[in-house]
């Protein structure tokens, strides 16, 4: 095998262990420089890039590129460069992320993936009014939901929709001015115009635009300055009849530290949201996805990935681009058994490495709570909510008992725990906010 296929294997599996972010950050334009007598030397682009790889994804890397050179002794990590970036063969929607990560640091905004189109999304009970809202907006901006507010747990496609949203009107209204910005680009963006003294540019850039996209708009939570800044903008294009759409993680009164008079703007147009994908939908997401990149998967296949990876449709692409590697690898057609084997560590390891502390740190801040509080004997309804879904979340996903979860949550009574987990497996069935704050928080666990 050759060095450029054996780093696009490592880059695969890394890609799918990390997030998109410290992927594209790290990884980007590295290389296999050499590879003899199981001394690899691996060329990154620069200082800073080799002393993360060293320090920090040594392990990983290790362990991935020993599956395809058994007699690994030593990585080393060179600064070079290559002509041909290696990330460009790994993945259309990768480049595009690449190419965004550059302009942001010019400070401008992020010109949008030309793949997360309309026809490219997937439709299905858990996004079809997202989707319909979306496509309305595209079709005629400012006209119907202003602003247009879309909020779902990580990796659901709400990047995909707003920007789709933003290719439409392009395509439509070639003469409109469009901006996008993750929500962190527009506060970065702030903060600088602020020092360098351009927030004459930064607020005409924002204000003169015919249609304003933000992404996950929920990272405006504790920044005052950002708020205030966001409120101007938001107004001067809202009364003007721009189109606003907005995206977030959670509805706009759930965004901790967010000032009231932006959370009821946000929920004054069309707030909708887009839940995970059920098992038909992730079948025809599997299937669009391999047509688009030209695989054929059996049926038995796609119904096994569709049953085993139910979190999100970034999982499920990330599983997809395993098996499409390991075709290239291999050259051969993949069987269930080999897929289970793939998939393995994307199925089971997550739930290992959950424990108590993390469940406690993750629905206390979900809550913005303190976890003295999550586990103290206070009976307030803030707290007494939250600390049933944490019994709940022992039970069903570590699998503690009943007097155990008592003892990690500050020495309860196992009836208090029963109670407890009963009530809320009770309300799940029928209370769909609790449905959606459950996966919500069970994404960030197994992130
Ligand atoms: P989010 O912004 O909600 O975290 P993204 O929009 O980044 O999620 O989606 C993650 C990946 O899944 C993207 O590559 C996107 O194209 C894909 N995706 C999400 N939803 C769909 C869908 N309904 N149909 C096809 N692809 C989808
Ligand atoms: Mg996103």
């Known amino acids: 095998m050759d060095n450029k296929k054996i780093w696009k294997a490592v880059l695969g599996e890394l890609e799918v262990a990390l997030s998109k972010a410290h992927f594209t950050t790290w990884f980007k334009n590295s290389f296999i420089l050499s590879n003899e007598n199981g001394i690899i ?10 002393e993360w790889l060293k320090n920090k994804y040594h392990g990983q890397i290790t362990t991935s590129l020993k599956k395809f050179i058994p007699e690994l002794k030593n990585i080393e990590y060179k ?23 550059e302009q942001s640091s010019q400070n401008s905004s992020s010109e949008f993936n030309l793949n997360y189109t309309f026809s490219k999304y997937v439709v299905g009970s858990s996004n079809r009014l997202a989707y319909a809202t ?3 907006v595209g079709d005629k901006p400012g006209k119907k939901y202003n602003p247009l507010f879309i909020y779902g747990g990580v990796g659901l496609g709400k990047t995909h929709l707003i920007q789709a949203i933003g290719n439409e009107i392009k395509k439509k209204y070639p003469k409109k001015r469009i901006v996008y910005a993750p ?12 020092q360098n003294k351009t927030i004459e540019a930064f607020k005409k850039k924002y204000r003169k635009a015919d249609l304003l996209l933000i992404d996950d708009i929920q990272f405006l939570s504790g920044k005052e300055g950002t708020q205030e800044e966001f409120f101007h903008t938001f107004n001067a294009l809202y009364q003007t009849n721009k189109q606003i759409v907005l ?6 009164h759930a965004i901790p530290e967010l000032a009231d008079r932006l959370s009821s703007r946000f929920a004054g147009g069309m707030v909708t949201d887009i839940k995970p994908p ?25 119904a096994f990935i569709a049953q085993k990876i139910c979190s999100n449709i970034r999982e499920l692409e990330g599983a997809l681009n395993k098996i499409f590697t390991n075709i290239e690898l291999y050259n051969i057609k993949p069987t269930q058994e080999m897929v289970a084997r793939l998939l393995e560590d994307m199925i089971t390891d997550t739930k290992r490495n959950l424990n108590p502390s993390k469940i406690f740190k993750i629905v206390a801040s979900f809550f913005d709570i ?51 987990v009963s009530k809320i497996e009770k309300e799940i069935s029928k209370n769909e906010q609790i449905q959606r704050e459950l996966s919500l928080i069970k994404e960030k666990l197994y992130l």
């Open 79 to 101: 600064v070079s460069t290559q002509t041909e970036p290696t990330i460009k063969v790994l993945d259309k929607n990768t480049v595009v992320v690449e190419e965004q990560n």
């Open 247 to 252: 995206t977030s993680d959670r509805v706009p």
């Open 134 to 136: 979306s496509l309305a």
């Open 370 to 420: 303190k976890i003295d509080d999550l586990l103290g004997p206070r009976r307030n309804k803030e707290l007494v909510y939250p600390r049933q879904l944490t019994m709940y979340l022992l039970r069903h996903e570590v699998n503690y008992s009943f007097p155990r979860i008592g003892k990690e949550l500050g020495g309860k009574d196992h009836t208090t725990i029963m109670h407890g």
């Open 183 to 194: 929500c962190e680009h527009f506060a970065t963006e702030y903060i600088n115009a602020i």
């Open 41 to 50: 030397i691996i060329g990154v682009p620069n200082f800073f890039t080799q």
């Open 278 to 302: 059920d098992l038909e939908t992730r079948e025809a997401i599997l299937k669009t996805k391999c047509e688009e990149k030209g695989y054929i998967l059996d049926k038995e296949i796609i």
